[in-house]
């Protein structure tokens, strides 16, 4: 069993930025996959960023340039650095982690991006 803990949302105005953190509690970090995903209300979950253990990483295209995910290995955390934040990046943002079929997930943490 993987806890993910996020951290690191608030409430920002447009043009913002926030930096998320999530900590997870696993001696193989670095076999995960970590991602950040997002859900708005009303709407699906939606995947928001990846990176494998190579640091490749996966952007949805609406994020692109926009948002950053970063991992270190040696603190087992993973980082999603958003700026230029706009209005329909308000969501709950969660933390999940990866490996083969297995998929943890954090509680989530509210970003909400003021007009």
């Known amino acids: 069993q993987v806890q993910l803990v996020e951290s690191g949302g608030g409430l920002v105005q447009a043009g913002g930025s926030l930096r998320l953190s999530c900590a997870a509690s696993?001696?193989?970090?670095?076999?995960?996959?970590m991602g950040w995903y997002r859900q708005a209300p009303g709407k699906q979950r939606e995947l928001v960023a990846t990176?494998?253990?190579?640091?490749?990483?996966n952007y949805t295209e609406s994020v692109q340039g926009r948002f950053t995910i970063s991992r270190d290995n040696t603190k087992n955390m993973s980082y999603l650095e958003m700026n230029s934040l706009k209005t329909d990046d308000t969501a709950v943002y969660y933390c999940s982690a990866r490996f083969h079929a297995t998929t943890y997930w954090g509680q989530g943490t509210q970003v909400t991006v003021s007009s």
């Open positions: 990176v494998n253990g190579a640091n490749t990483k």
């Open positions: 696993t001696s193989l970090f670095g076999l995960y996959t």
